[in-house]
């Protein structure tokens, strides 16, 4: 039987730093097509069991997807559980021919899921992504202004919002354009807008980057996104349970979704106001009007069926 390898890559925005364990082989390549094509070239006949990706704002998407369509399978590496590992392994120093030489560790000892390549939800999170970036400029344009006492200063806010409106309304009829135009995301959404208190804005969020939704369990769904409660209990200690990591742009507008259900949607405000009656917290409450959310998602994504209020 032949011998399996585990690589790691740290990506640059200029080059790619291998390294292959067990045998400690490390070689680089420039990040772009040429170098892509003579990773692929150097990686052709070894037996590689999983190749480890640190996201890199984007800079990795590239060299991904060149491995992919080798049918060389990926693994994408969040760089906190990374930076964890490599300090929970004695390593604190960091350069790049080790940082890669971690992520090849990481594939080879911890549990990672290989990466799947959507190409239409792919072009849907970019503009996803510009559309947050645009949000938030316009938040803290209209938080800036107030404070604002020079008339000009308001007055070229107020221009400034007024255009970023405008920009965020293009993007919008943009996303919803690419997803009418894919049958397979064009269902999808139809099914998730069908739940009262979930509109355009978490649906294309959904799709984007949760693409996922319907193949998971509901502890899965629910530890993804980030509104799992945890234990944190010790011999008698009881402690308080709370949610950690997860995908943050999903839950930012999850959240957000949330508290329009609690006043919109008949069944998830009973349950939200049951909790509340029960002298749940707040915070508590909406999160897990949050978590019933997307577990119930999650399972109409899976069953193909739009929302039924008897099934909430």
């Known amino acids: 039987m032949a011998h399996l390898s585990h690589a790691g890559i740290d990506v640059a925005s200029d ?25 692929v070239t150097r990686l052709r006949g070894l037996h590689i069991a999983a190749i480890g990706i640190e996201a890199s704002g984007g800079y990795e998407r590239g060299v991904i997807r060149a491995l992919l369509a080798e049918g060389i399978s990926v693994r994408q590496i969040n ?49 996803v992504t510009a559309r947050r970036q ?11 202004s107030r404070l604002f006492e020079d008339a000009s200063l308001r007055r070229l806010y107020r221009r400034r919002m007024t255009r970023l409106a405008l920009d965020i309304a293009l993007l919008d009829k943009r996303l919803a354009e690419m997803v009418s135009a894919d049958v397979v995301l064009a269902k ?49 200690m009881k ?8 995908r943050a742009p999903v839950r930012r507008v999850l959240y957000m ?12 405000k009973t349950f939200h106001e049951r909790l509340a009656a029960a002298g749940k917290k707040s915070k508590v409450a909406i999160v897990a009007v949050m978590r019933k959310i997307i577990t119930t998602l999650n399972a109409m994504i899976r ?10």
């Not at 790049?96 to 799947?116: C, E, G, N, S, Y």
């Not at 979704?257 to 998830?268: I, M, V, W």
């Not at 069953?303 to 909430?312: G, K, Q, T």
């Open 257 to 268: 979704a949330a508290l329009t259900a609690c006043r919109f949607n008949p069944a998830l």
């Open 239 to 246: 402690g308080i349970r709370c949610i950690w990591g997860g």
């Open 188 to 236: 999808r959404y139809r099914l998730l807008t069908s739940m009262p208190g979930v509109g355009p804005v978490l649906a294309f969020t959904l799709i984007a980057f949760l693409p996922e939704l319907g193949q998971m369990s509901r502890k899965q769904v629910a530890a993804i996104v980030g509104v799992a409660p945890y234990d944190f209990d010790s011999g008698k």
């Open 303 to 312: 069953d193909n069926v739009a929302w039924d209020v008897r099934s909430a």
């Open 134 to 144: 645009l949000s938030d400029q316009k938040v803290a344009a209209e938080n800036a």
């Open 15 to 39: 080059r790619l730093d291998v390294m292959l364990l067990p045998d400690g082989q490390c070689f680089w390549v420039a990040n772009n097509t040429a170098g892509w094509a003579e990773l």
């Open 79 to 127: 760089p906190f559980k990374l930076r964890q590992f490599a300090k929970a392994s004695g390593v604190l120093a960091k350069n790049d021919r080790l940082d890669a030489r971690m992520i090849a560790l990481f594939v080879a000892t911890m549990p990672t899921r290989p990466a799947q390549r959507n190409e239409a939800a792919e072009r849907v999170a970019e503009v």
